[in-house]
């Protein structure tokens, strides 16, 4: 006899809240904001090298809002947010993804262990902080292909989608990010 | 000074307790070239200069009761003044690789960069920021204080509340903000990306937008004079109460919100847009 | 010249794989977005209350926004003013006069559909400005918690700057349920509501005195 298909789980909480969202519940999308903001946030502020990472955080969330309607299920709320976010970085520097040899830093207080009222570097001598400021001072597009493949799993093929270029570019980037990382912490 | 002084409290003219007392400040550390330095003074003056040389030098005076804080590695240094009012005061200069990476705030202080090239964050409180350089990343805010500028970074963002803004040089991707403060923009200007917004300030923009590229000033109530080169290529949309485009005058219906008046410069072909909107205020178009 | 290239079974590979892996997938922002993302939601919302009636007529897109036709205002709750704006006219986006430099003039007409409608009348709605005023009042809450700590010069500053943004709220506002179907108007009302916002969060984020 083969097995009884599974019922249907019951909608959770965020469920519901997607669905409210979707119908234009302001209160509701917070909720979800709350629950995905910290993974959206580290997203921006390693696609930006911390410059500009608030407002690119607003500028997804704001069109996560408007593109909430489209969102069917397909994958997990926050790999679609996720993708939304990538999606809005892309649109709005792509012709600085195009440059050469632009280093930029993490001004982040969060990420370089500041205190938002004293303003002071806290000198930490995690490895992962120097990992973080070494990917800030990528160029932005090896720093493009570093985070969205090695961080946050991204094909190259759809990396090169989601920037218009061809995937044999978006490999020679990462190996660049790779290589100026490797330098850059041996150093 | 010192021996007038020692001559008036002889006469009982100067208090002993009016005496200046400070602690005088010489300390050193290294820093890689494109290392990050942070500093905060919260009252006084602090003045960054750029060198070639791979170290941080800190000199000047700051006043006793103050605290000076300064540390860190090669990576990375970390320093400043702390104290309240006039018992903070700190008088430093402060001299840093010329690519560093800066973050420099002064509470009260006054803030000045010269000669760095390497990316910029600095701001202050009340006081003033002057920044003088080749910093290819300019980022500078103060609420009271003036915001002087004299630089070409492809990423400028200027803030300020009531205070005045004076940017000379060019820019690909900026943005000025004020509330109330004037802002002049002169000998360059936007090339790519132009953002100014005020509320009641004045805006007076002497340069040229590049091919593509787009401009756009927005105030409430500020006077916006535009001073553009006679081979200006770009679409001119303004919408304001009374404007004055190269001698073409309008004056909105006062009982109407103003309605756009374009003029297309050169042709406009370049793609270029430069969009002006002033609720309350006049603007006016020439050519210098 | 000499391609420095990382060979691909070279152990540092590894490594920085396995310390990209150990980042943090997870990083708070130093400030809550919220209320800023919350009012340019709000400030934008579009909700479709009226079926078009006009006949869908071809319009050849306009390069520059202009106002719509008409307007009719809606008043709704205590808390909301909701505005619907209709395009519908046959007028042409612009007028071209040739001036004298030879460069063109142009008067917008403001009796012309929305670019990019098609031709079509697009009714929208937009809520107006009350998460804004609230966004801003809990901002102007902690910034009077954190008043006394700050420099007398930079709290007059603020209190001066925010009287002068008040006022031109006002003003905005007045004109805008004059002449509601006025983009320009919406976009200079919200620059200045945006100021507001950013002028409280830079205050509040300013360092205190210690005493």
């Given at each position: 006899m083969p097995p009884l298909p599974a019922a249907p789980s019951a909608p959770s909480p965020l469920d519901d809240d997607i669905a409210r969202a979707q119908r234009g519940d302001v209160d509701a999308f917070e909720r979800l904001y709350r629950a995905h903001v910290g993974r959206v946030n580290a997203l921006c502020i390693r696609l930006t090298g911390g410059r500009g990472a608030e407002e690119l955080l607003q500028d997804a969330f704001v069109r996560?809002?408007?593109k909430l309607p489209s969102f069917r299920g397909e994958s997990a709320l926050g790999s679609w947010m996720h993708r939304v976010a990538v999606n809005v970085y892309l649109v709005s520097r792509r012709s600085e993804l195009r440059r050469e040899a632009r280093v930029v830093t993490s001004d982040d207080p969060e990420s370089l262990g500041v205190d938002p009222v004293r303003g002071f570097v806290t000198d930490d001598p995690d490895s992962r902080i120097d990992l973080e400021r070494a990917i800030a001072r990528l160029p932005a597009g090896a720093r493009a292909a570093f985070v969205l493949h090695d961080i946050e799993g991204y094909l190259h093929e759809e990396i090169a989608e989601m920037q218009g270029i061809a995937a044999a570019t978006v490999r020679a980037q990462l190996h660049r990010a790779r290589k100026l990382l490797i330098q850059g912490l041996e150093s | 000074m010192r021996l007038r002084l020692l001559v008036m409290l002889a006469c009982g003219v100067?208090?002993?307790?009016?005496?200046?007392?400070?602690?005088?400040?010489?300390?050193?550390?290294?820093?890689?070239?494109n290392g990050m330095f942070k500093f905060f003074v919260s009252s006084g003056s602090v003045r960054v200069v750029g060198w070639d040389v791979d170290s941080i030098v800190v000199t000047g005076t700051i006043s006793a009761k103050s605290q000076f804080y300064f540390g860190g590695g090669r990576q990375g240094v970390k320093g400043g003044v702390e104290g309240d009012g006039v018992e903070a005061m700190a008088d430093l200069t402060v001299?840093?690789?010329?690519?560093?990476?800066?973050?420099?705030?002064?509470?009260?202080?006054?803030?000045?960069?010269?000669?760095?090239?390497?990316?910029?964050?600095?701001?202050?409180?009340?006081?003033?920021?002057?920044i003088n350089g080749t910093a290819q990343e300019i980022t500078a805010e103060t609420m009271g204080g003036d915001l002087v500028v004299q630089a070409s970074p492809d990423y400028l963002r200027l803030k300020t509340a009531t205070g005045r803004v004076e940017f000379t040089g060019g820019s690909e991707d900026g943005a000025i903000a004020t509330v109330s403060g004037r802002v002049t923009v002169r000998d360059g200007g936007f090339t790519r990306r132009g953002r100014i917004e005020t509320v009641t300030g004045d805006v007076r923009y002497e340069g040229s937008i590049g091919a593509g590229g787009a401009l756009a000033v927005d105030t409430h109530a500020g006077h916006v004079d535009l001073v553009l080169p006679r081979s200006t290529n770009a679409s001119l949309v303004v919408?304001?109460?009374?404007?004055?485009?190269f001698g073409m005058r309008s004056m909105a219906d006062p009982a109407r919100a103003p309605r756009a008046v374009v003029q297309e410069l050169g042709g406009a072909t370049s793609g270029a847009t430069i969009t002006v909107r002033s609720f309350k205020g006049r603007v006016t178009a020439a050519s210098p | 010249m000499t391609d420095h290239r990382i060979p691909p079974d070279d152990p540092r590979l590894d490594a920085l794989q396995r310390a990209a892996d150990d980042l943090p997938r997870?990083?708070?922002?130093?400030?809550?977005a919220w209320p800023a993302i919350r009012a340019r939601i709000e400030a934008a919302r579009v909700v479709p209350m009226v079926a078009p009636t006009a006949p869908q007529r071809h319009r050849t897109a306009t390069r520059w926004r202009v106002a719509a036709a008409a307007a009719v205002l809606v008043v709704g709750s205590s808390a909301a003013t909701v505005l619907v704006m209709r395009g519908g006219s046959d007028a042409p986006a612009t007028v071209t006069a040739p001036s004298g430099d030879?460069?063109?003039?142009?008067?917008?007409?403001?009796?012309a559909a929305l670019p990019g409608s098609g031709g079509a009348a697009r009714p929208v709605v937009l809520s107006i400005w009350s998460d804004y005023d609230a966004a801003s009042a809990e901002l102007e809450r902690v910034l009077q918690a954190r008043r006394l700590r700050l420099s007398p010069a930079t709290v007059q500053a603020v209190e001066e700057s925010l009287r002068t943004i008040d006022q031109a709220i006002r003003e905005g506002r007045a004109a805008l349920e004059k002449d509601p179907a006025s983009r320009d108007l919406m976009d200079l009302l919200d620059s200045v509501y945006r100021q507001k916002l950013d002028l409280l969060r830079r205050a509040n984020a300013l360092p205190l005195r210690s005493s």
């Amino acid at each position: 006899m083969p097995p009884l298909p599974a019922a249907p789980s019951a909608p959770s909480p965020l469920d519901d809240d997607i669905a409210r969202a979707q119908r234009g519940d302001v209160d509701a999308f917070e909720r979800l904001y709350r629950a995905h903001v910290g993974r959206v946030n580290a997203l921006c502020i390693r696609l930006t090298g911390g410059r500009g990472a608030e407002e690119l955080l607003q500028d997804a969330f704001v069109r996560i809002w408007e593109k909430l309607p489209s969102f069917r299920g397909e994958s997990a709320l926050g790999s679609w947010m996720h993708r939304v976010a990538v999606n809005v970085y892309l649109v709005s520097r792509r012709s600085e993804l195009r440059r050469e040899a632009r280093v930029v830093t993490s001004d982040d207080p969060e990420s370089l262990g500041v205190d938002p009222v004293r303003g002071f570097v806290t000198d930490d001598p995690d490895s992962r902080i120097d990992l973080e400021r070494a990917i800030a001072r990528l160029p932005a597009g090896a720093r493009a292909a570093f985070v969205l493949h090695d961080i946050e799993g991204y094909l190259h093929e759809e990396i090169a989608e989601m920037q218009g270029i061809a995937a044999a570019t978006v490999r020679a980037q990462l190996h660049r990010a790779r290589k100026l990382l490797i330098q850059g912490l041996e150093s | 000074m010192r021996l007038r002084l020692l001559v008036m409290l002889a006469c009982g003219v100067v208090p002993l307790a009016s005496l200046p007392a400070q602690q005088k400040i010489d300390r050193r550390l290294p820093l890689d070239p494109n290392g990050m330095f942070k500093f905060f003074v919260s009252s006084g003056s602090v003045r960054v200069v750029g060198w070639d040389v791979d170290s941080i030098v800190v000199t000047g005076t700051i006043s006793a009761k103050s605290q000076f804080y300064f540390g860190g590695g090669r990576q990375g240094v970390k320093g400043g003044v702390e104290g309240d009012g006039v018992e903070a005061m700190a008088d430093l200069t402060v001299k840093v690789p010329r690519r560093a990476r800066l973050w420099v705030r002064g509470g009260e202080a006054d803030v000045r960069v010269d000669g760095t090239s390497g990316p910029l964050d600095c701001g202050s409180a009340s006081g003033t920021v002057r920044i003088n350089g080749t910093a290819q990343e300019i980022t500078a805010e103060t609420m009271g204080g003036d915001l002087v500028v004299q630089a070409s970074p492809d990423y400028l963002r200027l803030k300020t509340a009531t205070g005045r803004v004076e940017f000379t040089g060019g820019s690909e991707d900026g943005a000025i903000a004020t509330v109330s403060g004037r802002v002049t923009v002169r000998d360059g200007g936007f090339t790519r990306r132009g953002r100014i917004e005020t509320v009641t300030g004045d805006v007076r923009y002497e340069g040229s937008i590049g091919a593509g590229g787009a401009l756009a000033v927005d105030t409430h109530a500020g006077h916006v004079d535009l001073v553009l080169p006679r081979s200006t290529n770009a679409s001119l949309v303004v919408t304001a109460a009374v404007s004055d485009l190269f001698g073409m005058r309008s004056m909105a219906d006062p009982a109407r919100a103003p309605r756009a008046v374009v003029q297309e410069l050169g042709g406009a072909t370049s793609g270029a847009t430069i969009t002006v909107r002033s609720f309350k205020g006049r603007v006016t178009a020439a050519s210098p | 010249m000499t391609d420095h290239r990382i060979p691909p079974d070279d152990p540092r590979l590894d490594a920085l794989q396995r310390a990209a892996d150990d980042l943090p997938r997870e990083v708070a922002p130093a400030e809550d977005a919220w209320p800023a993302i919350r009012a340019r939601i709000e400030a934008a919302r579009v909700v479709p209350m009226v079926a078009p009636t006009a006949p869908q007529r071809h319009r050849t897109a306009t390069r520059w926004r202009v106002a719509a036709a008409a307007a009719v205002l809606v008043v709704g709750s205590s808390a909301a003013t909701v505005l619907v704006m209709r395009g519908g006219s046959d007028a042409p986006a612009t007028v071209t006069a040739p001036s004298g430099d030879g460069n063109s003039a142009s008067v917008s007409n403001p009796g012309a559909a929305l670019p990019g409608s098609g031709g079509a009348a697009r009714p929208v709605v937009l809520s107006i400005w009350s998460d804004y005023d609230a966004a801003s009042a809990e901002l102007e809450r902690v910034l009077q918690a954190r008043r006394l700590r700050l420099s007398p010069a930079t709290v007059q500053a603020v209190e001066e700057s925010l009287r002068t943004i008040d006022q031109a709220i006002r003003e905005g506002r007045a004109a805008l349920e004059k002449d509601p179907a006025s983009r320009d108007l919406m976009d200079l009302l919200d620059s200045v509501y945006r100021q507001k916002l950013d002028l409280l969060r830079r205050a509040n984020a300013l360092p205190l005195r210690s005493s």
